[in-house]
């Protein structure tokens, strides 16, 4: 409370040295003679600058650094060891885990009913805002939105991501994923790990976005599409419909370009399963001349195949496809017979 309230009392040797590496690296603009409060917690100090505001009944674990101008709301706790740089805000119901870091003007949370929750060793960018309400005409204001976002993701700068737009659905970003500067994650999306979204990707409502997958920059995302494992989406692409697992697409409306194939190969995919996925691809986009069959016949005669039929990644690109027809689905991406893989 006497740290709130500005009383100034004598500084540890701890809290000395905690005070000069804030000075020369958190907060270089800070004048030498201005003065900085400390607080020790179980060994650990937390560096607060007396210009930031932080309610009282906010939550700090150990070593946390909160710069210049900073505001934490009252329904706020941060993990042990986060930084705040300058002008940086937490807001409503939040929770960041351990070790994240939110460059200067990024803005984490609303106050707004539901909650935005962070795992660990998060990087979220200058100006990105993160947790906020979503764009969605049917969203009631007094719902409760949320957001949930797991381990070891980089959100750079100028990211926007949404919170729900129901009480019944949650964003949710998982582990390991690169978000590259100015993409936009919209309500309701779901999204796996170890994603890399170049700058200005744009996903709209209700995208499921699977693991490893790649966008190039300038792509958008149709909302409710599915974006399938190992994928590769083109620079300037328009996705409006799925797109299935190992493949590849683009164009302005986005068309199947074949396999992803580099994509694998760096994944760890073997020659062997690379070689069925070939095949396999080809049986499907790529029918032979003259022949009547329909994609769910293709699939069927796939499946029975009794050496294709057998390899754990075919099986899984057909159920992907199988699955891009159902009732609620936008089907795949066009194909044309012409395009190799």
Same mark, same amino acid.
């Given at each position: 409370?006497?740290?709130?309230?500005?009383?100034?009392?004598?500084?540890?040797?701890?809290?000395?040295?905690?005070?000069?590496?804030?000075?020369?690296?958190?907060?270089?603009?800070?004048?030498?003679?201005?003065?900085?409060?400390?607080?020790?917690?179980?060994?650990?100090?937390?560096?607060?600058?007396?210009?930031?505001?932080?309610?009282?009944?906010?939550?700090?674990?150990?070593?946390?650094?909160?710069?210049?101008?900073?505001?934490?709301?009252?329904?706020?706790?941060?993990?042990?060891?986060?930084?705040?740089?300058?002008?940086?805000?937490?807001?409503?119901?939040?929770?960041?885990?351990?070790?994240?870091?939110?460059?200067?003007?990024?803005?984490?949370?609303?106050?707004?009913?539901?909650?935005?929750? %962070? *795992?660990?060793?998060? $990087? &979220? =960018?200058?100006?990105? @805002? !993160?947790?906020?309400?979503?764009?969605?005409?049917?969203?009631?204001?007094?719902?409760?939105?949320?957001?949930?976002?797991?381990?070891?993701?980089?959100?750079?700068?100028?990211?926007?991501?949404?919170?729900?737009?129901?009480?019944?659905?949650?964003?949710?970003?998982?582990?390991?994923?690169?978000?590259?500067?100015?993409?936009?994650?919209?309500?309701?999306?779901?999204?796996?790990?170890?994603?890399?979204?170049?700058?200005?990707?744009?996903?709209?409502?209700?995208?499921?976005?699977?693991?490893?997958?790649?966008?190039?920059?300038?792509?958008?995302?149709?909302?409710?599409?599915? %974006? *399938?494992?190992?994928? $590769? &989406? =083109?620079?300037?692409? @328009? !996705?409006?419909?799925?797109?299935?697992?190992?493949?590849?697409?683009?164009?302005?409306?986005?068309?199947?370009?074949?396999?992803?194939?580099?994509?694998?190969?760096?994944?760890?995919?073997?020659?062997?399963?690379?070689?069925?996925?070939?095949?396999?691809?080809?049986?499907?986009?790529?029918?032979?001349?003259?022949?009547?069959?329909?994609?769910?016949?293709?699939?069927?005669?796939?499946?029975?195949?009794?050496?294709?039929?057998?390899?754990?990644?075919?099986?899984?690109?057909?159920?992907?496809?199988?699955?891009?027809?159902?009732?609620?689905?936008?089907?795949?991406?066009?194909?044309?017979?012409?395009?190799?893989?």
């Amino acid at each position: 409370m006497a740290l709130l309230l500005g009383i100034r009392r004598p500084l540890s040797f701890a809290a000395q040295r905690l005070r000069h590496r804030c000075f020369s690296t958190s907060v270089p603009f800070v004048k030498e003679e201005e003065k900085v409060s400390c607080m020790e917690t179980g060994g650990n100090s937390s560096f607060i600058h007396p210009s930031a505001v932080v309610h009282p009944d906010a939550i700090l674990g150990q070593g946390v650094s909160v710069g210049p101008f900073c505001t934490v709301g009252p329904s706020a706790k941060l993990g042990n060891g986060c930084q705040l740089y300058p002008g940086s805000h937490v807001c409503g119901h939040t929770k960041i885990g351990g070790d994240c870091t939110l460059m200067m003007g990024a803005v984490v949370g609303d106050d707004l009913p539901g909650s935005t929750v %962070i *795992g660990n060793n998060n $990087f &979220i =960018g200058h100006h990105a @805002v !993160v947790g906020i309400k979503c764009q969605d005409l049917k969203y009631k204001p007094g719902n409760e939105c949320f957001l949930e976002i797991g381990d070891n993701n980089e959100i750079r700068e100028y990211v926007s991501i949404h919170r729900s737009s129901r009480p019944d659905e949650k964003t949710i970003i998982g582990n390991n994923n690169l978000i590259m500067g100015s993409c936009h994650i919209a309500h309701d999306c779901k999204m796996g790990n170890h994603n890399i979204f170049a700058n200005n990707t744009l996903l709209a409502g209700h995208v499921n976005v699977e693991n490893y997958t790649h966008t190039a920059g300038a792509t958008v995302i149709h909302q409710f599409c599915h %974006i *399938g494992s190992f994928s $590769f &989406i =083109g620079g300037g692409s @328009v !996705v409006s419909q799925d797109v299935p697992k190992y493949t590849m697409v683009s164009g302005e409306r986005a068309e199947l370009r074949g396999l992803n194939l580099e994509g694998l190969r760096r994944r760890g995919f073997s020659v062997g399963e690379i070689k069925s996925l070939r095949v396999a691809y080809r049986k499907i986009f790529m029918p032979c001349e003259g022949s009547c069959h329909s994609i769910e016949d293709r699939l069927t005669e796939l499946e029975k195949d009794g050496e294709l039929g057998q390899v754990a990644a075919v099986c899984l690109m057909v159920e992907s496809i199988r699955d891009s027809f159902a009732e609620d689905r936008r089907g795949v991406c066009k194909f044309r017979s012409r395009i190799g893989s």
